[in-house]
């Protein structure tokens, strides 16, 4: 309804798998970005695109990598999951120099 | 780099009273300051923003300030409600950034009936 979706809603993987996330847009914006969400630390920025096949690190990019091969898809991949990157996930999608719009989240628990 | 800094964490206020939250900023080059809403479980979602060329933008109950000069913008709730208790987040961004969000940590704000 607001023009992004995320999936899946809800992941349980286990220590050592690769995980991925996709964020789908249908506003044909140019910017989405992917941050996590932890008590006490707010909304981080992993990585963000500002156009296909353009991106870059955020502040807590480490052991996360991106893939943005369509304007309306950006996916984010852990390569080999690990505790500390159980989190809620959110993409979000901006024009330029403008707020943004969030997706539902992804909420991934590593065991 | 980029800093927000958001004060207070939680503010717990009367139905019917006023709520203020401020946050302060390091980098003069910051040009646009979002506030967004997260109800528990929900998504943020904006609520209101101010660009570098206004001091004061209002919207119903609700009101932003900017101060360039001290680097301070703040969200001004009047007439709280049960339903305004979320967590409120401010966000600062640089137009050079790459449109860049630089999020503070959050205040929850809870109304009490």
């Known amino acids: 309804d607001a023009g992004i979706t995320q999936s899946p809603r809800h992941k349980v993987t286990e220590t050592g798998t690769p995980v991925t996330l996709r964020c789908h847009q249908t506003e044909n914006h140019r910017y989405m970005y992917w941050y996590r969400q932890d008590p006490g630390h707010g909304l981080r920025l992993i990585h963000y695109?500002?156009?296909?096949?353009?991106?870059d690190k955020g502040e807590v990019s480490d052991g996360y990598s991106v893939s943005r091969s369509k304007t309306e898809d950006f996916l984010l991949t852990l390569e080999s999951a690990t505790s500390s990157q159980t989190s809620v996930y959110f993409c979000?999608?901006?024009?330029?120099?403008?707020?943004?719009?969030f997706g539902s989240g992804t909420r991934l628990t590593v065991v | 780099g980029e800093n927000v800094e958001q004060h207070p964490s939680t503010l717990s206020v009367q139905e019917g009273d006023s709520a203020v939250i401020k946050c302060t900023y390091s980098d003069s080059a910051s040009n646009y300051f979002p506030w967004y809403k997260q109800e528990l479980g929900k998504r943020p979602q904006l609520i209101i923003d101010i660009r570098s060329n206004v001091g004061e933008k209002k919207d119903q109950r609700i009101a932003v300030t900017l101060n360039k000069t001290a680097k301070h913008f703040s969200l001004h709730i009047t007439e709280t409600q049960p339903e305004d208790s979320a967590v409120y987040f401010c966000?600062?961004?640089?137009?050079?950034?790459?449109?860049?969000?630089?999020f503070g940590e959050g205040t929850q704000l809870t109304v009490n009936p």
């Open positions: 695109s500002y156009g296909v096949k353009d991106t």
């Open positions: 979000a999608i901006s024009g330029q120099g403008s707020g943004y719009t």
């Open positions: 966000a600062e961004m640089r137009e050079t950034s790459g449109s860049r969000l630089t």
